[in-house]
C-alpha cells in the first residue's frame, strides 16, 4: 500500500493542485513563496488528527473569502417569511479539502473494507476526500445570525452622532462571516471525509461529490498509516513548532533516554532477557543501601540524640532508588572518541557531545529520530508488549515528512542525510524489500545539495503562477519532474548529467540566465551587481551552458515555467559552408547556432536573425527571451556614429567600452589584441582585426584580468545584454507588482 496522489484544494495559496507521491522519496523544491510549506502543512494537518486543530481561517485560499462572506450576506439579508439556504453545495467549492489516493493491493483488501465504494472493488486505487467545513449549517446559521442581529441591534439602538467631520466608525463583531469565524472556526467547523468514485482518480480536476454525500463515521486513515515529523525549526514562528522534535530535545542523550524509556528499560513490562540486568541493578541498590547505611550511621545516631524518633516517631531508614536513566541524564553521558590507544588497555580520550561540531549532532538527532520512528512504528521492543499494541495490527504503511532539513545540516551534511535517510527508515528485518509494509518520505527543502543528490524523478516543482483573473491571488501548481526527466531521451538525459554537474539552484530561483562562455559567467553577474540593483536583489541562477547546448534545456525550463534569459553568440558561417566569418548584413551567411536556429528566434539566415524583431526573440508565453549580438551603433571617431556587428561577446563589450580599451595597449593577451584592435583607424579593420584575435583568444583569462584590473562600475555591458537585462527586470518588477497587489487587494476585501 502507497499513496499515489494528493489532491489539495483552497489551502492557502494551492488553490488546486495534484501532488504525486514516489514509492519511496517525494523532494517538493520550488522558489521561496511557492507552496512547498503549504503543501506539507495540508499534509500535517488533515493527515494528523492531532493537527487538525491547528486549521485556521488564514489556511482558507484567500480569494475564496469573498463568496464565503456572500454566503454569510445572504443569510443576513434573507427575509424573515424566506428560509434561507442552508446546504452544503454553496460551500463545498471553497473549503480546504484533500484527496487522497491509496494504491493497495488485493492481499491488503482487509485493511480498508471500510472504506470500499462498493462490493465489486477488485484493487487499485482508492481515495478519501478529507474536507474542512462546517459541522453543520444550521448551526453555523443560528450562531452568525445572532451574533449578527446582536451587534446590529446594540448600533442602531445607539444615539446618532450628528458629527459630519468625525462620523462614527466603530463596527461591532462580526462584521463579515470572516470576522466570525475568525473567533468560532473550531465551534462550527471540523475535517469530514468522504469516499471519492476510483473511476474518476485519474481525472486531471478533482472529482465533485454528489448531492447526497454523507460523511464516514471516525478516521478512515485509523490502522492505516503511521505518520511522523520533523519540522523545519526556524526559531522565530514555525505554526507546527509542537509537533515532531523541538530544539531541546536535539542532542543524542536525550533521545537516548526517550529510546530507551519506549524500547528497553527493563523495569517496564520485563522479560527473561531482562533479568540479568533487574539482578544487577538489585544487588547494586543493596550493596550502596548498605553502604548509606553504614556511612549515614553517626549522623543519624547525633538526631536520635535528640529524642527523635521517639518512641511513637517513625524510624529514619536510607533507602536508595538505581534508575537507569539517570546515567544518561547529564552532559557527558554520550562521549565522542578522540584518541584511541594503540593498547586496549590504554587510556581512551573523550569528549562530551556538546564538544563536537554542530552540523554532525544535528545529523546524529536527525538519523537517530528516524530511527525512533521506524523502532515505533515496526514496535520493537517494550512498544511490543505495551497495553493494545501486542493485538492491534502493525499500520501498513509508514508516511514520514521532513520539513527543511538544511535548516539543521549544513551544506555537506545535507547531502549525507539525504543518501542515508531512507535506507535507515527501512533498515529492519520485516523492512527492507519487504513489500508487505511501504515506507514513504516527503522531504520539502530549498537546498540546492539536496536536490542535487536526488533521483530528479523524485522532484515536485512547486510553480509559482500569475493572476487568473482581476481580483483573484497568485496561486501554485505542481509538476512532476518525472515527465521531464523520467523520458528516455537525447534531451532528458542531458538535461539529468548537466544538472548533477553543476549546483541545481535552478530548482529555486526567480529566474534563469543561460549564458554562452566563461567570459559572460564571470561578468554578467558584475553588470547586474553594479547597473541592475532589483535583480541584484532576486534570485537567479546563472548557467554556463553555450549556444549550441541552451536549446537541450528548453524542456525543462517551460516545464518549470521559469523566466529565462538566453544569452548567446551569433556564431555566423559562411553561405555555402560551415566556416566562420565576420557577421555583415547582405552576404547570404547563416548563424551555427542551435539555440538561434530552432528556439528563438527560430531563423537560420543571418540577415534574418538580425532583423528579427523584438517579439520573435521572446517565447510565446513571454517567459523567455534570446539576447544575442545585433547591429549597434558605434561612436568609433569624431563622435560620429557608425554601424557594427559584433561576433560574440568580447568584441561587442570592446566596442561597448572603447575609451576604456583603448588604453589597455600595455596589457597581454587578449586584452592587448583588442586593445591594438580598437587603435586602428577606421572601425571597419577594427571590427575584423577583433574576429581574427578572437579565433585563438583566451576569453576566461580575458574576463579574469578585466577584472583584476578594472572597476566592474566602470565596464558598460553591451547593448544587446542591457536589453536581455532590461526584459529580466522588467518581467520580474511585473512578477512582483502582481503579487503585492494581489495581496493588498485582498487584504482590503477581508478586513
Given at each position: 500500500?502507497?499513496?499515489s496522489h ?5 489551502f ?20 521561496n ?7 506539507m502543512?495540508?499534509?500535517?494537518m ?13 489556511d ?9 462572506n ?19 453545495d ?32 477488485d484493487?487499485?486505487?482508492?481515495g ?18 445572532a451574533a ?8 442602531s439602538?445607539r444615539?446618532?452622532?450628528n ?8 463596527a ?10 475568525d473567533?468560532?472556526l ?7 471525509a ?8 485519474e481525472?486531471?480536476e ?10 464516514l ?5 485509523d ?12 526559531g522565530?514562528s ?27 528499560d ?17 544487588a ?7 553502604k548509606l ?19 511513637s ?23 565522542f ?9 590504554e ?36 512498544a ?21 532539513p538544511?535548516?539543521h545540516l549544513h ?14 527508515l ?12 511501504s ?29 487568473v483573473?482581476?481580483n ?19 534531451t ?6 548537466y544538472?548533477?554537474t ?6 529555486f ?18 553588470f547586474?551587481?553594479?547597473k541592475?540593483?532589483?535583480l ?26 521559469l523566466?529565462t ?22 552576404m ?6 542551435d ?38 551603433s558605434?561612436?568609433?571617431?569624431d563622435?560620429?556614429p ?31 589584441k ?28 580575458m574576463?579574469l ?7 566592474p562600475?566602470?565596464?558598460?555591458p553591451?547593448?544587446?545584454i542591457t536589453e ?14 502582481e ?5 493588498v ?7
Open positions: 500500500m502507497n499513496i494528493l489532491d489539495i484544494q483552497n492557502r495559496k494551492l488553490k488546486s493542485c495534484r501532488v504525486e507521491l514516489a514509492e519511496e522519496k517525494t523532494i517538493f523544491v520550488g522558489a513563496n511557492s507552496g512547498k510549506t503549504s503543501a502543512d495540508a499534509l500535517i488533515f493527515l494528523k488528527k492531532s493537527k487538525r486543530k491547528d486549521i485556521s481561517t488564514t482558507f485560499t484567500l480569494s475564496n473569502w469573498a463568496a464565503i456572500r454566503i454569510g450576506e445572504d443569510w443576513a439579508s434573507s427575509p424573515d417569511e424566506e428560509a434561507p439556504d442552508l446546504s452544503i454553496p460551500w463545498r467549492p471553497l473549503l480546504p479539502s484533500i484527496d487522497v489516493w491509496l494504491h493497495v493491493e488485493d492481499r491488503q483488501i482487509h485493511y480498508v473494507s471500510h472504506i470500499l465504494p462498493t462490493l465489486d472493488w484493487g487499485g486505487l482508492l478519501i476526500r478529507l474536507a474542512f467545513g462546517p459541522k453543520s449549517t444550521e448551526d453555523l446559521y443560528k450562531g452568525f445570525i449578527f442581529s446582536a451587534a446590529k441591534t446594540t448600533m439602538s444615539p446618532a452622532n458629527d459630519v467631520e468625525s462620523p462614527s466608525v466603530l461591532l463583531w462580526p462584521k463579515s462571516m470572516r470576522d466570525f469565524l473567533k468560532d473550531h465551534k462550527y467547523f471540523a475535517v469530514n468522504y469516499v471519492l468514485d476510483p473511476a474518476k482518480a481525472r486531471s478533482p472529482q465533485e461529490l454528489p448531492e447526497e454525500s454523507e460523511p463515521d471516525g478516521d478512515p486513515f490502522g492505516l498509516f503511521k505518520i511522523d515529523i520533523i519540522n523545519a525549526q526556524r522565530f514555525d505554526p507546527n513548532a509542537g509537533e515532531g522534535v523541538s530544539n531541546t530535545d536535539r542532542r543524542l542523550s536525550s533521545q537516548l533516554r526517550q529510546y530507551f524509556d519506549k524500547h528497553l527493563p523495569t517496564e513490562l520485563p522479560d527473561v532477557s531482562d533479568l540479568d540486568a533487574l539482578e544487577a541493578m538489585e547494586a541498590r543493596t550493596a550502596f543501601d548498605q547505611k553504614t556511612g549515614f550511621r553517626a549522623a543519624i545516631s547525633e538526631l536520635e540524640g535528640l529524642n527523635y524518633p521517639g518512641f516517631d517513625p524510624q529514619i531508614l536510607l533507602s536508595s532508588k538505581v534508575n537507569p536513566l539517570e546515567g544518561l541524564n547529564h552532559d557527558s553521558a554520550v562521549q572518541r578522540v584518541v584511541r590507544g594503540e593498547n586496549p588497555a587510556t581512551t580520550l573523550c569528549l562530551p557531545e556538546k564538544y563536537n561540531g554542530l552540523g554532525y549532532q544535528n545529523l546524529i538527532s536527525m538519523i537517530f529520530n528516524l530511527i525512533r520512528f521506524r523502532d515505533e512504528w515496526m514496535r520493537v521492543g517494550k511490543r508488549k505495551r497495553e493494545g499494541d501486542d493485538s492491534r495490527p502493525l499500520e501498513p504503511l509508514h508516511l514520514m515528512l521532513i520539513e527543511e538544511e535548516a551544506a555537506q551534511v545535507q547531502q549525507v542525510f539525504i543518501k542515508k535517510a531512507f535506507n535507515i527501512r533498515n529492519h528485518p520485516d523492512l527492507g524489500d519487504q513489500p508487505q509494509f515506507t514513504q518520505m516527503v522531504v520539502s527543502t530549498h537546498s540546492s545539495h539536496i536536490a542535487h543528490e536526488t533521483v530528479f524523478t523524485s522532484l515536485r516543482y512547486f510553480r509559482r503562477q500569475g493572476l483573473r482581476p483573484d491571488v497568485p496561486c501554485a501548481t505542481v509538476v512532476n519532474m518525472t515527465a521531464t526527466f523520467g523520458a528516455d531521451t537525447d532528458a538525459r542531458f538535461a539529468t548529467r544538472l548533477k553543476t549546483h541545481c539552484d535552478l530548482f530561483a526567480d529566474a534563469a540566465i543561460l549564458v554562452e562562455g566563461p567570459a559572460e559567467r564571470m561578468l554578467v553577474p558584475h547586474i551587481r553594479c541592475y540593483p532589483d541584484d536583489r532576486s534570485y537567479i541562477s546563472l548557467l554556463e551552458i553555450g549556444g549550441s547546448h541552451a536549446h537541450r534545456l528548453r524542456p525543462l525550463l517551460e516545464a518549470l515555467g523566466l534569459l538566453v544569452i548567446t553568440d551569433l556564431d555566423s558561417i559562411g553561405a555555402d559552408t560551415n566556416g566562420k566569418v565576420r557577421p555583415t548584413m547582405g547570404g551567411y547563416r548563424t551555427g547556432n539555440t538561434l536556429k530552432s528556439w528563438l528566434p527560430a531563423k537560420i539566415p543571418l540577415d534574418d536573425v538580425l532583423n528579427a524583431p523584438a517579439d520573435s526573440k521572446q517565447s510565446p508565453d513571454g517567459t523567455t527571451r534570446a539576447a544575442y549580438p545585433s547591429i549597434t558605434v561612436e568609433y571617431q563622435g560620429q557608425e554601424q557594427a556587428i559584433p561576433y560574440t561577446f568580447e568584441d561587442a563589450l570592446a566596442l561597448g567600452n572603447l575609451a576604456l580599451f583603448k588604453g589597455m595597449t600595455d596589457k597581454t593577451g587578449l586584452i592587448k583588442l586593445a591594438d584592435a580598437v587603435n586602428t583607424a577606421a572601425l571597419g579593420d577594427a571590427c575584423q582585426a577583433m574576429f581574427d584575435a578572437l579565433k585563438d583568444g583566451k576569453k576566461a583569462e574576463a584580468e578585466l577584472l583584476f584590473t578594472t572597476d562600475h566602470e565596464i558598460q553591451p547593448e544587446y536581455g537585462l532590461d526584459w529580466l527586470k522588467d518581467k520580474l518588477n511585473e512578477h512582483n507588482t503579487l503585492i497587489s494581489a495581496g487587494a485582498e487584504g482590503e476585501r477581508n478586513v
